[in-house]
């Protein structure tokens, strides 16, 4: 076969999404919108004048806010049952920033709150008595489709959603019974549901009335806390299809506005309620979220919007309302949709340097910043704000050295600017480790290595293969540090004892450099690795304050030792003797160069039977024993090697799944993306060879697909910034058809025999990636 460079083979402590729980309020700051201090009267039996459109869907709603705002001169003193108030919406006093640094170290429990933030409990209120239900409510709706007369349906809706009372007499499961508690909020989804999907298929005066009850309960004037009907009625409204058309974003603002600056008990309720929604609502009101942001920054129409000026909160609220999502999507085992469903796309495009800037400068203060909700913000995004924070403290160090090689009157020279590692092939982990640890100082310039004895400009290339020889000796199960398990495909710290842990430092590094300078590497760590190595996201400033130390559970032991997460469960539910059939005690026994030893699991453990009373102790013991006590010294010193590299407030904005995409790449594949973005050399991208090519990749499994990619990369993971960042290049080889294709793995480089037939380019091209040495998996 031929040869290549390199010859491949085929969940920051969670970072603490921004604390949806804390919505502080600025002293002497509103606790209502300040819009009128008159009470909106009850609906109007006259339907007020409003008469069916016959225009797009609220083509009149503007119109029909300014009929309404001129009457409120007509209103004077009056007090008039019948005459309904409207203030000037887009007029309304700014809401004060909201917006609490992520940085802030103590954070409101979710399922615990202490006694001084828990909201008073006011009376609820008694309510009307509605009797209708939702088939009663289903009937109407067939026959006003039927008959055209929409008289029982509209005084529904407009009795329904003519206040908050009337909305929890609508759609609370028992009117008697209170509901005060998180885990059922009592309102009758399936109504609710049904309600909203007849909704946009009803004629258009039915629609603006819904709209006006629901300015009704929005302008009325709070006194003292909100109740649970008050936390029901926003979680209903909430869900209003309406509010997916930009004509009723003004609304929609002030309702997400109210929603924000409750009190934290309350968003603590709402929380748990929005985890109760179905998959698909809750992706929608995710989306309706995410849209309205979007819009608000770059408006195709701005003339439909208020000036920027006269809504800057608009986009605080919504993001702080999101954030409430984001907790009870956290909250929920499974989650309800992915995380990546909270990314906004449109984020990508605006200055987001200016808002990391803004967050790093004024931290607590009152001023907003997208990144004290990085569960908005997308990991390419991500990526851009950790590159240029990179390249900017690789700027200020190199300026450094020049400043610090001119004041001592010496010659500057280029190789100042950069971290210049020289090492010998046969020597490399020695020489890597003592050249990072002479070098310490320079972490932070640009990465250019050397091999000893070799003629070669770094253009990247030999950076690469510095990286990806070096992991494959490091992670290769002779040399001891790392411990691959089979079952899971992945490496561990070894938990050997030994003098010196400067070699997992070595490794931290590695993997720090390799963020720093946008390589992707290929190791296999688990998601728990990820989630120790940000705990904490910012190196402590005393040193002994533990690192390395999460909260980690069954489910992340499984992630690597399956058999024993599976042995440990059966035990937790075990239904006969556990003290006499399974006949153990706190200890856990390990090898260790040939010799077992044991370890209680709490003092005097080796006396302590595990009863059916105590297993869950023991189980909960057992793991953090061997995720966190039993490799503290080689995780600390693997956690300070990366962090000695990346100590940018940056990482605070990921979570573990992000670090190991930056770090990796990302599982997902798009082929079709490689193909548009390939490079060619010495083919064209219409020869008869390469469209063989690609008809065959095209057609491969995953798993193929996956073992051409890691035997042209040396990895199967996509970089952040997908297949374009790959810089995939074919390049025709002139060797006879005979010959296996070869791989150029620092160059990302495929060399490809000019095949006859379609038939023997797949055939050699799966013996080429099927048959080429890892990169120390076993």
Known sequence: MGRKCLTTDSNRMQLQQHDCFSSERQPGSPRRINHQKKLCMRKKKDNVGLERGTKSQFSTFSSFISTINQKKEAAGSSSSPTQLVIPNIKNVRDLPPICLDVRQKQRISIDTLPPELKAPVPPEPSLPIRTKTMKDFQEDMEKAKSSGDWKAVHDFYLTTFDSFLELNAAFKKDVSLPFSTIEDSGINAKFVNAVYDALLNTPQDIQKSVLKGIINGLLQEWKGPRTKDDLRAYCILLQNPQFSNTSTYVIYAHLLRQIATLAEADHHFLAHWFKKISQRRFKQLVDKLLQFISLRLFPAKPEEFPPMIKCTWWIPSATKVLSLFNAANSLANPAIIPYTDFYNSTLDHIDLMEEYHNWQCYGNSHRFSFCQYPFIISIAAKKVIIQRDSEQQMISMARQSLVDKVSRRQRPDMNMLFLNLKVRRMHLVSDSLDELTRKRADLKK??????????????????????????????????????????????????????DYSEFRLVGALMGLAVYNSITLDIRFPPCCYKKLLSPPIVPCDQNTPVGISGVSLDDLCHIMPEL????????????????????????????????????????????????????????????????????????????????????YALMLLRPEEVEILVCGSPELDMYALQRNTQYDGYLKTDLTIRYF?????????????????????????????????????????????????????????????????????????????????????
Not at 594 to 605: A, E, F, Q, T
Not at 737 to 745: E, F, M, Q
Request: charged share 20%.
């Open 446 to 499: 640009k990465l250019k290595v050397t091999f000893v004895g070799e003629a070669g400009l770094d253009m990247g290339g030999l950076t690469k293969e510095w990286f990806l020889l070096l992991i494959r000796q490091i992670f290769h199960p002779d040399y001891g540090m790392f411990t691959y398990h089979k079952d899971s495909h992945c490496h561990w710290f070894s938990s050997y004892k030994c003098d």
């Open 694 to 778: 690609w008809e065959v990749v095209l057609g491969f499994p995953l798993d193929l697909q996956k073992k051409l990619l890691h035997f042209t990369t040396g990895s199967d993971r996509v970089p952040v910034g997908g297949m374009a960042d790959l810089n995939f290049k074919i390049s025709k080889s002139e060797t006879s058809t005979n010959w296996l294709p070869v791989a150029h793995t620092c160059f990302n480089q495929l060399c490809l025999p000019p095949y006859k037939s379609k038939k023997e380019l797949k055939q050699k091209l799966i013996i080429g990636i099927s048959n080429t040495e890892g990169f120390g998996l076993e």
């Open 565 to 648: 997460a599976h042995g440990l469960s059966e035990l937790l539910s075990y239904e006969d003797n556990v003290e006499e059939d399974f006949y153990s005690t706190f200890q856990v026994f390990q090898e260790e160069f040939g010799v077992i030893k044991s370890y209680n699991l709490k003092p005097g453990g080796d006396k302590i039977p595990v009863t059916a009373q105590n297993r869950k102790e023991y189980v909960q013991l057992y793991v953090d024993f061997i995720l966190n006590k039993s490799i503290y010294k080689q995780f600390a010193a693997f956690y300070y090697g990366f962090h000695s590299v990346c100590d940018s």
